[in-house]
Nanobody, 125 residues
């Protein structure tokens, strides 16, 4: 059974940091581009950041550039989203995702093949 297991969400004050982790179960991470998406209440799910199969190319949403960093460790079969300078508008359920697509489309919800269960990120003072 193919699964993505997330961890690392929680409550943080504005300006704080969190690191999310995601690990696959049941498939080889080396064949997939991976990324993070988020969905706030009343809003559509949106791509946050993604990284190519090789790890050589990344994309991120304009709203998180300079603050969020996505990395992958194929040896550990894990990828991470380091989120710094968090803002209240970053609060959402964050989903890790895996997809067999190029980096040009890895922020597209429609490209995702596998979703994690989601982890809540709350940014509040």
């Amino acid at each position: 059974q193919l699964r993505l297991v997330e961890s690392g969400g929680g409550l943080v004050r504005p300006g704080g940091s969190l690191r999310l982790s995601c690990a696959p179960s049941g498939f080889n991470l080396g064949y997939y581009a991976i990324g993070w998406f988020r969905q706030a209440p009343g809003k559509e799910r949106e791509g946050v950041a993604c990284i190519s199969i090789s790890g050589g190319s990344t994309r991120s949403a304009d709203s998180v550039k300079g603050r969020f960093t996505l990395s992958r460790d194929n040896a550990k079969s894990t990828w991470y989203l380091q989120m710094n300078s968090l803002k209240p508008e970053d609060a959402a359920i964050y989903y890790c995702a895996a997809m067999r697509t190029g980096v040009a489309t890895c922020l597209d919800v429609e490209a995702v093949g596998y979703w994690g269960q989601g982890t809540q990120v709350t940014v509040s003072s």
